[in-house]
């Protein structure tokens, strides 16, 4: 026979029950919050991680918005400053000179402006107010210590920050070894989001990509994807992309054209054209395009010329070993023929589907042509004319007359412009200078006007000059496409 199990009082249940929900509430409340601490930032810190793909669309938006507020205040830089983790300490509070501009306290994920004397509390999964109101001090203070602490990155950080409660502090302030780590943070976040947005905007118009390539035949009709495959004697050495014939065929990357000829070249087909990109940056290889089964009349370039990314040189035939019209294209890196489908992968381009032809104008040569009509012009820090240019703002409004876009800032420009060798310069490219020998320390931009010279909109106190390219801090080249 069972014995009845004896039956608990009243407020013995009520004491298991609290047991068991205190039990609950240690292992499963931190796990809840962490996850609402995570989905409450996700939309603020997306892309601070280094295998992110970078901001979304909607931050883009919103740092595009706000970056009206002041030429300084970059999309690029304002998404850094929301993608870094907030620091552990409190910023102190502003000035009410400051105040007036607006405030951005950061500190564990909670975001306050203060816009005239008026409390507004920023939700921060409202990306767009927070980046606006981050422009806001930026805006307020930058131009001050621009001026006094020669733009440094410690003191852009603590501006970006809204670290520092004014412009005076931020420049006597002496950082220290962790202020110096989170420096970095931010200009390698700033610089790598230059980048991405650069390559969104070449790719969204599908031309060129972010590491100066493009698809050399964009009017394919057929990826064959028979790259090494056994031919009776031979081995197929480069992959064919069909399309009608007169299809038009770019340079896939700036070069120098070294071979051209309508005769039968190391066993390819005639007609064939060689492009020399110079020593892959990662490999060191000397990297080489080849161009086959062109007609003469379809070969529109010479050997020893230079050539940019997107120019068109051929057009599409059928000549020589051919079932049909295609562009058989080869890439060679030293001495090795190697498959050309993952190489223009690796450079932000997908041979198996056509895109839009490449935009290439003539617009560096006029750029320079009308750089050349501003010499003599003062320069001022934030001129972009017409009575006054600093650096960048005299190239980028030389080539918008000469019809081509480009961003305000030195550090946006190199972004958003294709690499190219001192071999390739042509008169209109951009050279730029940097502090440190990284795209993060870019701080000036120039014209280069053929033979080694320039033209620049030097330093205050100088004029829109013509003069002899020098060499101390030369970072690199950059072609408007």
């Known amino acids: ?75 690029a830089r304002l998404i850094a400053v929301v993608s870094l983790p907030p620091p552990e300490q409190t910023p102190v509070d502003a000035t009410p000179a400051v105040q007036a501009w607006g405030q951005v306290l950061i500190s564990s994920g909670q975001y306050e402006a203060l816009r005239a004397g008026e409390d507004a509390q920023l939700d921060p999964a409202n990306t767009a107010r927070v980046l ?72 969204g ?39 009608p014939l007169g299809t038009p065929i770019y340079a896939a990357a700036a070069g120098t054209v070294t071979h051209v000829a309508c005769h039968i070249y190391e066993g390819r087909s005639p007609c064939n054209v060689i492009i020399d990109h110079g020593p892959d940056p990662d ?50 890196a030293g001495s090795r023929v190697i498959d050309p489908t993952p190489f223009f992968a690796a450079r932000g381009v997908d041979l198996r589907n056509p895109t839009t032809p490449p935009n290439v104008s003539g617009a560096a040569e006029r750029a320079l042509a009308w750089a050349r009509t501003q010499i003599g012009t003062p320069y001022a820090l934030g001129g972009t004319g017409p009575d006054t240019y600093d650096c960048s703002g005299l190239t980028m409004r030389a080539y918008e007359h000469a019809g081509a876009t480009l961003p305000r800032t030195s550090r946006q420009q190199y ?39 320039i033209v620049q909109a030097p330093a205050p106190g100088r004029t829109v000059e013509d003069q002899v390219l020098w060499r101390e801090n030369l970072f690199g080249y950059g072609r408007v496409t």
């Open 283 to 332: 490999t060191g290889l000397r990297v080489q395009t080849w161009y086959v089964h062109m007609y003469p009349g379809g070969v529109l370039v010479n050997s020893g010329d230079q050539v940019i990314v997107g120019q068109q040189i051929a057009l599409t035939g059928s000549n020589g070993n051919s079932s049909g019209p295609h562009l058989h294209l080869e890439v060679h």
């Open 205 to 243: 118009t599908g031309t060129v990509s972010a590491d100066g390539w493009t698809h050399p035949i964009p009017g394919l009709s057929r990826y064959q994807d028979n790259y090494g495959v056994a031919r009776n004697l031979y081995t197929h050495a480069g992959e064919d992309l069909s399309a």
């Open 415 to 453: 972004a958003a412009t294709i690499r190219i060798t001192p071999e390739q310069l042509q008169p209109g490219d951009l050279v730029f200078w940097s502090t440190d020998g990284t795209a993060a320390g870019i701080y000036h931009v120039a014209l280069y006007a053929g033979e080694d010279r």
């Open 1 to 75: 026979m069972l014995q009845e199990r004896p039956r608990r009082g009243r407020a013995g249940r009520w004491v298991t029950a609290l047991v068991a929900l205190g039990l609950g509430l240690m292992f499963i409340a931190p796990i809840a919050l962490v996850g609402a601490t995570g989905i409450l930032t996700s939309s603020l810190f997306a892309g601070a991680d280094d295998d992110a793909q970078g901001p979304d669309a909607d931050m883009v938006a919103a740092a595009e918005a706000a970056s009206a507020r002041c030429e300084s205040a970059t999309p």
């Open 132 to 203: 606006d109101a981050v422009a806001v001090i930026w805006c307020a203070l930058y131009p001050e210590v621009a001026d006094a602490a020669a733009d440094t990155a410690v003191t852009v950080t603590y501006l970006a920050l809204g670290s520092a409660a004014s412009a005076a502090e931020a420049i006597e302030h002496e950082p220290s070894a962790s202020d110096q780590v989170r420096a970095a943070q931010f200009e390698s976040l700033a610089a790598r989001y230059e980048e991405r947005l650069a390559h969104a905007a070449n790719s």
